[in-house]
Nanobody, 114 residues
């Protein structure tokens, strides 16, 4: 079984920054971040392959940066110029290298005030 542990959420003012971290209990293939705001479905924010290729939702391009440290089995999400509409629970997701199953982190709350 794989476990993903998230950290770094919190409350900030609009224009501020946060960095989320997600550490897996073993090496993974692609890793990514999703978010779910109140009354909304869960949406992809960004993902990154094991080789470093990235993909972003249009709503966060130019503001968020996803990166990973394969030696630490960790993926990061640097969030700059935060807006109130970024308020959501953010979830880490990753695929096992061996079983190809997907796993979710526990979620971390990000709140951006105006």
């Amino acid at each position: 079984q794989v476990q993903l542990v998230e950290s770094g959420g919190g409350s900030v003012q609009a224009g501020g920054s946060l960095r989320l971290s997600c550490t897996a209990s073993r090496s993974m293939n692609a890793m990514g971040w999703y978010r779910q705001a109140p009354g909304k479905s869960r949406e992809l924010v960004a993902d990154i392959t094991s080789g470093g290729s990235t993909n972003y939702a249009d709503s966060v391009k130019g503001r968020f940066t996803i990166s990973r440290d394969n030696a630490k089995n960790t993926v990061y999400l640097q969030m700059n110029s935060l807006k109130p509409e970024d308020t959501a629970v953010y979830y880490c997701n990753a695929q096992s290298r061996w079983s190809l199953s997907y796993y979710w982190g526990q979620g971390t709350q990000v709140t951006v005030s105006s």
